[in-house]
């Protein structure tokens, strides 16, 4: 079994880490700057991110790659780079974690490549399967465990990302952001996101919902997909809170005891992993891990209760059952 399998099978709930570029911000990273060439520039800072989130008892840590495919890459003329910052990203991660003397999921974060596939755009799927099968190579060569599939939005790039780990040789997770409506920005419902795989030679190890508006909008996407999960593990990975502009800075408005809230809420929706997206900190994560290893299991919560407990949804999907106001452009991971 791989390792991600290997864990689940001795524990009911792993944790996931925190966000990458809000931590990294912290750091000294600036907006506009890609944090992946951090792997090869300022390893040591990456190394503190990792240790951070495994002092605060992450089981899973993902690597500094969510950005690190030829077309993110091509923005920065780093295009040539793809192999090698995915490489030193999951050695980086790879000695953190056996640093440890526990055992780690090391996973190797593939995000986004930013562009619209056709006819929307000029993106082809032979283009995007070659772009992350790139990507899924480098991590492999670096010691990653799996390709984490994260903050997702269309099902071609889904897939295509899915048969770039398949052509590696790496099982695989994913996850779509649900931030439009209750749906993807593409249109994709969390009930149907197990239908993303179908035909595929491998099927993913876990799939769920990352990002998005808030923890209470993710969690009632992890409702939908688990009673259609079909025997996978789900994830849920929420931002930490609601982002809030102040100033020059995004803050993001969950605390500690939000989070442990949350973390309660996905355990009793179905959840097998846990963890924070943007805004989540080690603080936030201490926080996760004692919910995770305190918490039994309770009643399958609805939207009500989620929201009487942190908070109402931002973007609560349409009662007429219509798709939403869809966004384009790039995301990044924070």
Known sequence: MAKLQELLA????????????????????????PPELWN??????????????????SDIILTNTFGANRFRMKLHNAQDRVFE?????????????????????????????????TPLGELTMDAAIEAFTEQAKGLKAGGADIC?????????????????????????????????????MMGLKPEDLAKAFDGLSQAPEAFGANCGVGASDLLVSVLAMEAQKNGFTVIAKANCGIPQVKGDHVHYSGTPELMASYTHLAMDAGARIVGGCCGTTPEHLVAIRTAIDSHNRGDRPDRAHIEELIGPLVAPPREDGGEGRRRTGRRERA
């Open 148 to 184: 984490w599939i994260e903050t997702m939005s269309s099902v071609e790039e889904i897939r295509a990302a899915a048969q770039g780990a398949i052509n590696a040789g790496m099982p695989y997770t994913a996850t779509a952001s649900f931030d439009t409506a209750g749906r993807t």
């Open 85 to 117: 910052l995915n490489k030193l990203a999951a050695e980086i991660a790879r000695e953190a974690a056996d640093a440890t003397g526990r055992e780690i999921v090391v996973a190797g974060s593939m995000g986004p490549t930013g562009e619209l596939f």
């Open 40 to 57: 090869a520039d300022h390893p040591d800072r990456i190394r503190k991110l990792h240790d951070g989130f495994l002092g605060a008892g």
């Open 10 to 33: 001795r524990k009911d709930v792993l944790m996931a880490d925190g966000a990458t570029g809000t931590n990294l911000f912290q750091m000294g990273l600036t907006a506009g700057d």
